[in-house]
Structures are given as structure tokens and as C-alpha cells.
Antibody, heavy 120, light 111 residues
Framework: QVQLQQWGAGLLKPSETLSLTCAVY????????WTWIRQPPGKGLEWIAE???????NYNPSLKSRVTISLDTSKNQFSLRLSSVTAADTAVYYC??????????????WGRGTLVTVSS | QSVLTQPPSVSGAPGQRVTISCTGS?????????AHWYQQLPGTAPKLLMY???NRPSGVPDRFSGSKSGISASLAITGLQAEDEADYYC???????????FGTGTKVTVL
């Protein structure tokens, strides 16, 4: 059974860089887009970025200038970096697997989430 | 950046039927992009509930059904159960934003 396990720093100061990693266990790293999604406390979901096993990336334009997504295929891991964080970046960050049917993409597997708090 | 609008809350007694709407626009659902639905139980990660408008992943009870028409999609829960109390989100792709987008979320309460 495929599982996503994520980790990273949970408390940051304004202007620092958020860094999270997600490992894929028990399944193929290919044929999917590996994704980061966040959810501010008490609010809705926001898609951040995605990457496939070839390294092809897509970013949410609203965050693109501050976001880098990368992968390490030798470890079946992918990572997120978000620079110059502010309190508005406080959220639970989820890694997820993007699956496609007939050209339509959705997220069929999710990590447990990491709460990242930005506070001085 | 929620371009898909959902009612904030719906409620029903056990056994009843409730529906959740997800209204988009001509750049997302209305453009032909599928709607997908997620269930988020309190304190947990979202879980895929419906994909491709009306397809249930393995393990999702057939009490859940989905549909799409025009610029909107809907999720129906029949035979409402206490365990269905959760937040529900729709998701699609928006060509104007070049981004995957989620709905505003709906809290389902079982009375």
C-alpha cells in the first residue's frame, strides 16, 4: 500500500525559507504528479505546485516567485521550498499524489500534513 | 483564491439525503474540466471521495454520488450517517489561473 510520509520544520520566523520533504513508500514514483497543497487554519485548500518523475514542474502563479519544488528519484522523495515566508504562509502543508483519468487530474493519496507556523 | 463556490454548511437528520453544490465558471467546470470531491474529517487530511465528476474510488460507499452540469457540480449523500459529518471540498482545474482550484468547502452536520 502506497504511503506518503512528510516532514520539515514547523516553526519559522518571517523572511525565512520553508522546507518540507515527502517520501513515497510502497509504490511507483512514475506516472504521477507529486504535489504540495496547503490549508491555513480554519480555511480552505490551496494548490501550490507539482512535479513528475521527469522533473517537469507546474506552479500556482500566485506563489510561483517564491516556490521551488524538486525531487530525488533515488530516494523516491520530493521537496518544497517557499522563500520569504510571512504569517500568511501559516498553514498545514500536505503532500499528495496527482492521478489522471482522461486528462483530468485529481489527488488520490495524501500525506498526514505538517503544520508550519510563521511567527516572530 | 477559491473560484469554486460551495454553501458553507448543510445539515440533515440520519437517513436523509443532502446535496452540496460547487459552482464554477467558464474557465473551470464550465470549460469541461472535471470536478472531484474530497472529504476531510476533523483533524485529518482530505480523502478523495469522488473523481471524474461521478466515479467513486474503491472503498467509498455508494451512498455518495456525484454529477456535473454546465458550470456546476454536485455531491449527494443519501442515507446520511453520523460518520459523514465532515468538511467537503470540490476541486477542478482553472485555465485562466493555470492552476488546480478548490471549492470554498462545505461543513456537513448530522443532526
Amino acid at each position: 500500500q502506497v504511503q506518503l510520509q512528510q516532514w520539515g520544520a514547523g516553526l519559522l520566523k518571517p523572511s525565512e525559507t520553508l522546507s518540507l520533504t515527502c517520501a513515497v513508500y510502497g509504490g511507483s514514483f512514475s506516472d504521477y504528479y507529486w504535489t504540495w497543497i496547503r490549508q491555513p487554519p480554519g480555511k480552505g485548500l490551496e494548490w501550490i505546485a507539482e512535479i513528475n518523475h521527469r522533473g517537469s514542474t507546474n506552479y500556482n502563479p500566485s506563489l510561483k516567485s517564491r516556490v521551488t519544488i524538486s525531487l530525488d528519484t533515488s530516494k523516491n522523495q520530493f521537496s518544497l521550498r517557499l522563500s520569504s515566508v510571512t504569517a500568511a504562509d501559516t498553514a498545514v502543508y500536505y503532500c499528495a499524489r496527482g492521478e489522471e483519468v482522461a486528462g483530468h487530474w485529481y489527488f488520490d493519496l495524501w500525506g498526514r500534513g505538517t503544520l508550519v507556523t510563521v511567527s516572530s | 483564491q477559491s473560484v469554486l463556490t460551495q454553501p458553507p454548511s448543510v445539515s440533515g437528520a440520519p437517513g436523509q439525503r443532502v446535496t452540496i453544490s460547487c459552482t464554477g465558471s467558464s474557465s473551470n467546470i464550465g470549460a469541461g474540466y472535471d470536478a472531484h470531491w474530497y472529504q476531510q474529517l476533523p483533524g485529518t487530511a482530505p480523502k478523495l471521495l469522488m473523481y471524474g465528476n461521478s466515479n467513486r474510488p474503491s472503498g467509498v460507499p455508494d451512498r455518495f454520488s456525484g454529477s456535473k452540469s454546465g458550470i456546476s457540480a454536485s455531491l449527494a449523500i443519501t442515507g446520511l450517517q453520523a460518520e459523514d459529518e465532515a468538511d467537503y471540498y470540490c476541486q477542478s482545474y482553472d485555465s485562466s489561473l493555470s492552476a488546480y482550484v478548490f471549492g470554498t468547502g462545505t461543513k456537513v452536520t448530522v443532526l
